[in-house]
């Protein structure tokens, strides 16, 4: 049951464009989602994340929209840059001190290569 | 400040053996989870372990344990290996429930572990 989807496995995108990377989630528990951008031979490392009470954070050049109703989330990177190029995970947890049982576990998509070409 | 840091870094196992995965979490964390990354997919939680105890576990058989020492850093034990087994075993770390954000997460690089 994959409960956070990524469905575009790649994107392309110019330098200088704007890169959309877009995500999907079923369960309605999640109230915290994360992106993380992997580069080949490291782990991933925290990008920009943001609480379900909100349905927009910015952080530079990076922007994540949350559409709860949609169950839906984007993370924006404008300009883009070549050193962006990486996989790009979502993920998502629920609060652990709020009852549940998750201990904060992240739950991640499949991710998304992006390039960005100079 | 050290970060995640995990040994060792690349692994090769034969059918049936056992390994052992070790890490060492970022100062001031005493939360540390371990995930399995397939080719091509996202990380997947196999289990927490927080004040020396499993909190938490995935969908993971049995043949995958761990164990936390004092000191907080951590073990991961895979039993009678299979080629499925094959994978990047990521580390991460956090403070534990009483403090921090629960969702900043520290990866370590990895294990990248290879069954023949």
Known sequence: DQQVKQNSPSLSVQEGRISILNCDYTNSMFDYFLWYKKYPAEGPTFLISISSIKDKNEDGRFTVFLNKSAKHLSLHIVPSQPGDSAVYFCAATSNPNAGGTSYGKLTFGQGTILTVHP | ??????????????????????????????????????????????????????????????????????????????????????????????RGLAGGPYYEQYFGPGTRLTVT
Request: a negative charge; aromatic letters at 12%; one cysteine or more.
């Open chain 2, 1 to 94: 400040d050290a970060g995640v840091t995990q040994s060792p870094t690349h692994l090769i196992k034969t059918r049936g053996q056992q390994v052992t995965l070790r890490c060492s979490p970022k100062s001031g964390h005493d939360t540390v989870s371990w995930y399995q990354q397939a080719l091509g997919q996202g990380p997947q939680f196999i289990f927490q372990y927080y004040e020396e105890e499993e909190r938490q576990r995935g969908n993971f058989p049995d043949r995958f344990s761990g164990h936390q020492f004092p000191n907080y850093s951590s073990e991961l034990n895979v039993n009678a290996l299979l080629l499925g087994d094959s994978a990047l075993y990521l580390c991460a770390s956090r």
